[in-house]
């Protein structure tokens, strides 16, 4: 079984910061200092700079690599998670060690819920947006195993230059007496997104 909070304390402390900045230097790849905003099944994310520089210019990049986060929880449903990223933008800021600008960037994350029959209810729409669900009667639910978690999702901008993320989730709520469509419960997932 994993605890996630555990494993990923360290991340939150800026241990796995640090080095996914060293290890994207030996890379020659950018290191970009984020914070990614509670998420949730519906919701959309913004991925926000620790230091806030403005953006300046927006710009063009193509996927190379996008692909889904996926975990079982401990009450047996299945949760996929893709994070897409949306737009990209250039900043007044410098990176202090690499001296490159620092990128902004904007995304979104689909998140998918597969549960076992006995789980299920009958529909309960419209859901809730995430920040009125965490005020209703919920349970945390523990990731109990990594089915697949990609290494990094890769993105090249206009210069050639490749970006990278991935997600970190950080915890998983059940709404109780919530379902969605498909009669699954409505989980909310808060989680970070780390860049490099």
């Not at 913004?46 to 929880?73: C, G, H």
């Not at 006995?118 to 995430?130: D, E, N, R, Y």
């Not at 209703?136 to 050639?160: A, H, Q, R, S």
């Amino acid at each position: 079984m994993c605890n996630f909070k555990k494993a990923f304390k360290s991340e939150v402390t800026g241990d796995l910061a640090k080095e996914t900045r060293e290890k994207s230097l030996k890379e020659g790849v950018t290191t970009i200092p984020l914070l990614w905003d509670a998420s949730s099944i519906r919701g959309s994310v913004r991925m926000a700079l620790m230091s806030q520089p403005r953006p300046v210019k927006e710009l063009e990049f193509k996927v190379v690599k996008e692909d889904w986060f996926v975990y079982q929880l401990k009450d047996g449903s299945i949760l996929k998670i893709k994070p897409i990223l949306l737009r990209v933008f250039e900043t007044d800021g410098t990176d202090p060690i690499t001296g490159k600008k620092i990128l902004l960037l904007e995304g979104q994350n689909v998140v998918v819920v597969r549960s076992p029959e006995g789980l299920k209810g009958a529909p309960t729409l419209p859901l809730p947006p995430p920040p009125e669900a965490l005020k209703l009667d919920k349970e945390e639910v523990e990731i109990e195993k990594v089915i697949y978690e990609p290494p990094w999702n890769i993105y090249e901008l206009e210069n050639g230059e490749k970006i990278k993320q991935k997600v970190v989730v950080i915890s998983v709520y059940k709404i109780k007496g919530k379902y969605d469509a498909q009669g699954n419960p409505y989980y909310v997932v808060q989680s970070q997104t780390v860049g490099g």
